[in-house]
């Protein structure tokens, strides 16, 4: 059974940092494009960054290009998303999906970041 | 950046009849290489994550109901949900993955 299991949400002020991990078993991790969606309460989901299977090659939407960063461990079929000088509008779900640049076969439960003071 | 609209926003149908939900793109997501069109559906029910249903805009993922069935090419596809079951009530998506993938607004099917 494949599983992606999200952590690391949480309230931040902002301006701050957060990093959301997510553990991925039942699938080859390391051939698997991987992705960050995101869902704001009673939006449609947007799309935040994909990752290629090697890690080589990182691609970021317009609203977090140059404030996220995606990466991975494929040793430790792990993906990650550091997410800095954070807003209030990047408060929602964020899902861990496996697909990455491409549709999304695969998500998780979905971690929830609220950016507030 | 290519977007899709879907309509209707909301739809009301009888069990056992048809949902016919409709996305459009802005610019053609069929990519003359291969002759794929690049688009999937979703669907969502309330807190879960969505669930695809569709890629390549008609081929159905395995488990997936037969009543589930997706259509069109170029910029204009088709849902359509054939003898509408309860447990169809949900939020529906169209996805373009022709460039960074972005979805439609949403479709809420009700009974």
């Known amino acids: 059974e494949v599983q992606l299991l999200e952590s690391g949400g949480g309230l931040v002020q902002p301006g701050g940092s957060l990093k959301l991990s997510c553990a991925v078993s039942?699938?080859?991790?390391?051939?698997?494009?991987m992705g960050w969606v995101r869902q704001a309460p009673r939006k449609e989901p947007e799309w935040v960054s994909s990752?290629?299977?090697?890690?080589?090659?990182?691609y970021y939407g317009d609203s977090v290009r140059g404030r996220f960063t995606i990466s991975r461990d494929n040793s430790k079929n792990t993906l990650y998303l550091q997410m800095n000088s954070l807003r209030a509008e990047d408060t929602a779900v964020y899902y861990c999906v496996k697909g990455g640049h491409s549709y999304h076969d695969y998500w998780g439960q979905g971690t929830l970041v609220t950016v507030s003071s | 950046d290519i977007v899709v609209t879907q309509s209707p926003e909301s739809l009301a149908v009888s069990l056992g009849e048809r949902a016919t939900i409709n996305c459009k793109s802005s610019q053609s997501v069929l990519y003359s290489s291969n002759n794929n069109n690049y688009l999937a559906w979703y669907q969502q029910k309330p807190g879960q994550p969505p669930k695809l249903l569709i890629y390549w805009a008609s081929t159905r993922v395995s488990g997936v109901p037969d009543r589930f069935s997706g259509s069109g090419s170029g910029t204009d596809f088709t849902l359509t949900i054939s003898n509408l079951q309860a447990e169809d009530v949900a939020v529906y998506y169209c996805?373009?993955?022709?460039?960074?993938?972005?979805f439609g607004q949403g479709t809420n099917v009700e009974i």
């Open positions: 039942g699938l080859t991790f390391s051939t698997s494009p």
């Open positions: 990752i290629t299977d090697s890690g080589d090659n990182a």
């Open positions: 996805q373009q993955y022709y460039s960074d993938p972005r």
